[in-house]
């Protein structure tokens, strides 16, 4: 079978570059570090800046009094009279003299104002909340509610998604959560008619009230 010159040409370009191999630009990269370089800012900093681009609303609390207060000043202003939290280690800050002058409701997810939840992890970078299958009804809370406020610490935060992988991973194949979802501020979409709307399939807004704990 005669072969075309084309064809030909071709098949002699791949002997050629088969026999001459391209040098790996990047010899040294093998894909297990991330392609991100740290930030200077403190992760805090860094989380806030990324949240609230995402529409989130970011308070800083000096200790866990100071949040209760924040927390109480929010549903004042806001005018909430029904706050859903089932999480039990919430349950109990709370019930140690907040003051909020709101019921704590644990089966009226539907009939609440907002919802309050813990997390696993703070992702700087991306300026994320991560939730568990861990935490007591997290998921339902966060989605269905129509504001999800978060109460966070300042050890929970990590830099990059990886990091939150990487802590997950070391637990064991045994005791990673079924589920781990990554929330990014309030949903929002913009497939109708390339107009962005806010709180479409989920919380219309999104508060993280983050705790230094060193300062508890």
């Not at 990269?29 to 740290?38: A, D, K, M, Q």
């Not at 129509?146 to 610490?153: D, Q, S, T």
């Not at 300042?154 to 070391?170: E, G, M, N, P, W």
Request: hydrophobic share 40%; proline share 4%; with cysteine.
């Amino acid at each position: 079978m005669k072969v075309s010159s084309s064809k030909e040409k071709i098949l002699k370009k791949i002997r050629e570059a088969l026999s001459n191999p391209v040098p790996l630009p990047f010899p040294k990269s093998e894909g297990t570090n991330s392609v991100f370089r740290p930030q200077k800012e403190a992760l805090e900093i860094l989380f806030a800046e990324e949240f609230t681009k995402l529409l989130g609303k970011f308070a800083f609390c000096i200790n866990e009094a100071d949040m209760k207060r924040q927390l109480r000043h929010l549903v004042a202003q806001q005018k909430w009279t029904s706050i859903y939290c089932v999480e039990d280690k919430l349950l109990k800050i709370f019930d140690e003299g907040t003051g909020l002058a709101i019921g704590i409701n644990k089966s009226t997810l539907a009939d609440c104002d907002a919802s309050v939840t813990s997390c696993k992890f703070l992702v700087a970078r991306t300026g994320s909340i991560v939730l568990t299958s861990a935490q007591q009804d997290g998921r339902t809370a966060s989605a269905y509610a129509p504001v999800h406020i978060c109460i966070a610490y300042i050890d929970q935060l990590v830099y990059d998604t990886r990091d939150a992988l990487k802590s997950f991973k070391s637990l064991g194949k045994d005791s990673i959560p079924s589920f781990i979802t990554f929330a990014a501020g309030p949903s929002r979409t913009a497939d109708i008619e390339k107009t962005l709307v806010v709180g479409v399939h989920g919380p219309k807004e999104v508060y993280l009230f983050l705790i230094d704990k060193s300062s508890k």
